[in-house]
């Protein structure tokens, strides 16, 4: 019987030739110290997907609010594409990587 609870290759972007694809979803934690020291009660705020796609050939990709092409991140809210980075080498063929932060309750400003 073949496993079927791991994937192998790229399914998270429609691209052909994608390297990787990379995210981390994260929040941030506001903890309230009781009067014993420890920590009595906390407040987790401000999620939060960071991620990059590293691939070659042609990219429509900018930096600004935008599609990172990136499937199964949170629905709604705004993507900033942080940076693009294109690279050569004498070794490889010709690539490109971005970075996003997605921002699930967040509204673009114009």
Request: overall charge negative.
């Amino acid at each position: 019987m073949p496993a079927n609870d791991v994937k192998f290759g790229i399914s998270r972007h429609t691209g052909t030739l994608i390297d990787s694809v990379e995210t981390d979803d994260s929040v941030q934690v506001k903890e309230l110290p009781g009067s014993n020291g420890e920590i009595a009660r906390v407040k987790p705020y401000r999620k939060m997907t960071e991620g990059s796609v590293k691939g070659h050939g042609a990219l429509a990709v900018v930096p600004g609010v935008g599609d990172p092409g990136v499937s199964g991140l949170p629905s709604g809210g705004v993507t900033v594409i942080t940076n693009v980075k294109h690279s050569e080498n004498n070794e490889d063929f010709d690539g490109w990587e971005y970075s996003f932060k997605h921002y699930p309750t967040a509204e673009a400003v114009t």
